[in-house]
T-cell receptor
């Protein structure tokens, strides 16, 4: 079984609808992330959570909200979807860095959710 | 805001050719990672470099971190169709306390290796 799973894998919805994308992980990692990927724009961070009680906005959080229900679950919501939120969405996880000053942070990505807003 | 510029954006070559892709920034990063993403999948880590001037080899792939820790390159020798994918570099940054570490991704280089 995959370590990081995302549901649904594909979703088509209409403008104004509320949408929730879900992410679950079995890696036991504390840190979870939501990114969106658009052609020519790369991966952009939406929200991130370093533990269940710590949630932070990324560079493009407007129009999105998140919930960290448990260490293993991190969901992304679009309260009122709009067409320019059409994109590929990725969840990722990572462990706490081992040492300050020389930290590395391998991120493990889910397979992605392709969202289309009409 | 730390930015990473990758070049070229697109690269199409024949099997057996060599290639180099670049990742440049005006910012210093504590670490630099390279990921490869195949269609329909999420990115997968290839390598992490943390020391200025560091060179790492992974079979036919050679990764280098610049002396000033602002840039990196990925060189592939004798490319194969299986190397096809989107190559993303990601720079690791942190605040002075080291507790807010997260990655900044470049936009990627889309490599196509034709048989």
């Amino acid at each position: 079984d995959a370590d990081v799973t995302q549901t649904p894998r594909n979703r088509i919805t209409k403008t104004g609808k509320r949408i929730m994308l879900e992410c679950s992980q079995t890696k036991g990692h504390d840190r979870m992330y939501w990114y969106r990927q658009d052609p020519g724009l790369g991966l952009r961070l939406i929200y991130y959570s370093f533990d269940v009680k710590d949630i932070n906005k990324g560079e493009i959080s407007d129009g999105y909200s998140v919930s960290r229900q448990a260490q293993a679950k991190f969901s992304l919501s679009l309260e009122s979807a709009i067409p320019n939120q059409t994109a590929l969405y990725f969840c990722a996880t990572s462990a706490l860095p081992g040492q300050a000053g020389r930290v590395t942070d391998t991120q493990y990505f889910g397979p992605g959710t392709r969202l289309t807003v009409l | 805001t730390q930015l990473l510029e990758q070049s070229p954006q697109f690269l199409s070559i024949q099997e057996g050719e060599n290639l180099t892709v670049y990742c440049n920034s005006s910012s210093v990063f504590s670490s630099l990672q390279w990921y490869r993403q195949e269609p329909g999948e999420g990115p997968v880590l290839l390598v992490t470099v943390v020391t200025g001037g560091e060179v790492k080899k992974l079979k036919r792939l050679t990764f280098q971190f610049g002396d000033a820790r602002k840039d990196s390159s990925l060189h592939i020798t004798a490319a194969q169709p299986g190397d096809t994918g989107l190559y993303l570099c990601a720079g690791g940054g942190q605040n002075s306390g080291g507790s807010n570490y997260k990655l900044t991704f470049g936009k990627g280089t889309l490599l196509t290796v034709n048989p």
